[in-house]
């Protein structure tokens, strides 16, 4: 679990968006932590600091239209419906509604799916199109499980 909270941690810090964070889920195999970055980050840069970022948690981007994806995307599904009721099944397109959605409402979003030693990680970024007000931080961190 602490792993989980140090690269949780990483992503909050490096965005500066622990001022209000907080945990959403947090179990010995999942953790969602949600946040708002106080740095003043360009919807123009959102794409260039997720990628600062990866390489700074040394990741490797997955393709989320994969079946690397679809696999990572299902055990952290598996993670969540262990500790909370959902209603629905597994659905790996839901990235792509969820992006959708938050695009319905006038906001800018950009996301990375990756894999590090002995987690998956998805992090979202989302901020309103007008390019005014703070940004949005989500990152999902799951343990592997092969430890």
Not at 60 to 87: C, G, P, T
Not at 89 to 101: E, F, H, Q, V
């Amino acid at each position: 679990m602490v792993k989980l909270h140090k690269i949780a941690g990483q992503v909050m810090g490096f965005f500066e968006a622990f001022d209000g964070s907080r945990a959403a889920l947090d179990t010995d195999r999942i953790l969602i932590v949600r946040g708002r970055s106080s740095k003043n980050i360009s919807i123009d840069d959102m794409e260039s600091k997720l990628d600062e970022l990866r390489d700074h948690l040394e990741g490797i981007d997955v393709d989320v239209v994969s079946e690397e994806a679809a696999k990572l995307i299902n055990r952290m599904d598996e993670q969540i419906r262990a500790s909370v009721s959902v209603q629905g099944d597994t659905d790996s397109n839901g990235i792509m509604r969820m992006t959708k959605s938050l695009e319905a409402m006038n906001l800018f979003v950009k996301f990375r799916l990756m894999n590090l030693n002995h987690s998956g990680v998805f992090i979202v970024t989302w901020k309103d199109k007008a390019n005014v007000g703070p940004l949005f931080v989500e990152v999902v961190v799951s343990d592997d499980e092969k430890e």
